[in-house]
């Protein structure tokens, strides 16, 4: 990598316990030794990789501002700021029931798994100063969700954010996390690393609405046990270059994720989506529906791979990823595989890129519709299915409103374009 202060001495000098301190250092000098990524590889094909320089940002030295954003009803609320976890609440009676909200300790050696699925996955293990653990032990059902928000408000920071939900065998939790900032330039990488153990139930939710300059790139690697079922969403609505990498891996008999998101680009901003369903196991399902609009100059980049191994018999894998154009200059690429080594199986792909339904605008307007609000109607009743298919309800109108506010931007300044 070419010279930052992102350096094995800057990792060594984070606080935490020995193991932490070690398994930084370890980290920081794979990354010093790696080179940056390119958009020639096939990973990073479609990317703006090449105009990412690391040298423009800092690991942020203090906690500003918590985030804005309100969350009522919840279970436990951690808050993060600048990198560093400010505020942690649980509610009594789940604290009671063993249920756990905290950063990494000196006997959590063994929750840090090593998640190296790329260079910005192994620079957040090199530089996450406080890595949140969210801990539901076995037989728990936790009512209410559990909340972490980071906020950002640095200017020309690096922050690697990092959150770990274990769920023992036949619990239950929902987990919200929200990335929010404002108006700085930044660097943002978190990773997620989600453990279903079996027949346990997990739901997780993020929102991204970062700034205009802040550039995203994260990972998400989930684990999922025996007759467990985990169900992942995303809504991407913010930030300059905005990548999330899902790793989800089905390792035993019978488990199942599906795999929930949405985007809309607007602007110059590029969203970028690449998802691995790993089926190890037999009887395993995974179900991938990912729905973007993009608008203006903006980008969107999906691809996806189901990968059948050959133990993995009675598989049923299915991926869908649905695009609508919203102006001449918007582009969208959408590429699904399938990788399958067991001929006992059911899978299927389906991608589309396309602007707004001629037929179903034509009907409304037909119907004495303006055109503004017809366009407007169609967007919105194409995103419904996602919605519909959320985790943590007590979220979804928050992530409505903000994706309708990009709908009403869209449908406004196309009505000026129309009207000039």
């Known amino acids: 990598m070419t010279q930052t202060q992102f350096t094995p001495d800057a990792a060594g000098a984070l606080p935490g316990p020995d193991w ?9 000098e794979q990354v010093a030794a790696a080179p940056m990524p390119s958009a020639e590889e096939e990973l990073w ?83 996450s100063i406080e890595p949140v653990l969210v801990r539901v032990p076995p037989g728990v059902s936790v009512e209410g969700p559990i909340v972490v928000r980071h906020w950002l408000d640095a200017d020309g920071a690096a922050m690697f954010p990092r959150l770990i939900v274990d769920a ?36 997780y939710l993020t929102m991204q609405d ?18 467990a079922h985990l169900r992942a969403s995303t809504a991407a609505l913010g930030g300059e270059y905005a990548r999330m990498r899902m790793d989800t891996h089905l390792s035993g008999r019978g488990a199942t994720g599906d795999l929930i998101s949405l985007y809309f680009g607007d602007g110059e901003q590029t969203l970028d989506f690449r998802t691995f369903q790993d089926h190890a196991a037999p009887d395993t399902t995974s179900s991938l529906l990912f729905k973007g609009a993009v608008d203006d100059s903006s980008r969107s980049v999906y691809t996806g791979l189901i990968r ?15 695009n609508i154009k919203l102006s001449e200059d918007a582009w969208a690429e ?29 009907y409304l307007e037909s119907r004495g519709v303006p055109t503004e609000t017809a366009e407007r109607l169609i967007v919105t009743g194409f ?38």
């Not at 970062?210 to 007759?227: A, C």
């Not at 595989?337 to 899978?347: G, Q, R």
């Open 308 to 322: 059948v191994r050959p133990d993995a018999r009675g598989t049923n894998a299915y991926q869908t990823n649905r």
């Open 168 to 203: 023992g065998a036949n619990s239950s939790v929902e987990v919200l996390e929200l990335y929010g900032s404002a108006d700085v330039a930044a660097f943002v990488s978190p990773v997620v690393e989600i453990r279903v153990a079996s027949a346990a139930r997990v739901g």
């Open 334 to 362: 959408s590429v699904p595989n399938l990788e399958i080594e067991n001929n006992e199986v059911h899978c299927s792909h389906a991608s589309a890129v396309g602007p707004i339904d001629g037929e179903q605008l034509f």
């Open 20 to 28: 932490l301190v070690r398994r930084r250092v370890a980290a920081a």
């Open 45 to 127: 094909r479609y990317t703006p990789i090449g105009q990412l320089d690391l040298s423009r940002y800092r690991l942020a030295s203090d906690a500003g501002a918590l985030s804005p954003t309100a969350t009522p009803g919840n279970c436990a609320t951690a808050d993060t700021s600048n990198g560093r976890l400010c505020s942690v609440e649980l509610d009594p009676e789940a604290a009671t029931q063993g249920v756990e909200v905290r950063p990494l300790g000196e006997s959590d050696a063994e929750m840090a798994a090593s998640v190296d699925v790329d260079l910005f996955a192994v620079m957040n293990a090199a530089f």
């Open 383 to 420: 995103f419904d299915e996602v919605l519909d298919q959320f985790p943590v309800l007590e979220a979804v109108p928050a992530v409505r409103d903000r994706l309708q506010s990009k709908i009403e931007g869209f449908s406004h300044h196309h009505a000026i374009e129309r009207s000039g």
């Open 210 to 227: 970062l700034g205009p300059k802040v550039w995203h790139i994260g990972s998400q690697v989930s684990h999922i046990g025996s007759q």
